[in-house]
């Protein structure tokens, strides 16, 4: 894979307010899609972001709001389910504290993966 469909991003995930923080640079390098679908692969231990062009209710896709992609801040998510799911199946997240995933945006597939192996603690 050649290194311009190979970009390093990062997501954040709040422990504490059950949220998800896209940053608006991997919503760019998967090509500013209008709606989003948060996949999680277990035996892997990875996280990913998919791009979707069409709504689909049945597989949970998030609309981007376009206006947003405008202004300074990330995309936030909320999502209590998603959150205490992520933290059921991995070990490895405190309750309460705030992480950060580093991954790579394979822009040919529009999607951004995270590997839990890459996890660390935000600090504040």
Known sequence: ????????????????????????????????????????NIGSRLVAIRAVEKEHVDLQTHSIDQTRMESESSLEIYSRPFIERLCKEFDCFDEGNSYRLTGAAVQSERIAVFPLDSLQKIDF
């Open 1 to 40: 894979m050649n290194e311009s469909s190979n970009l390093s991003t990062q997501i954040s995930i709040d422990l504490k307010k059950y949220r998800i923080r896209v940053h608006k640079e991997s919503l760019h390098l998967i090509g500013d899609p209008k709606y989003i679908q948060f996949l999680v």
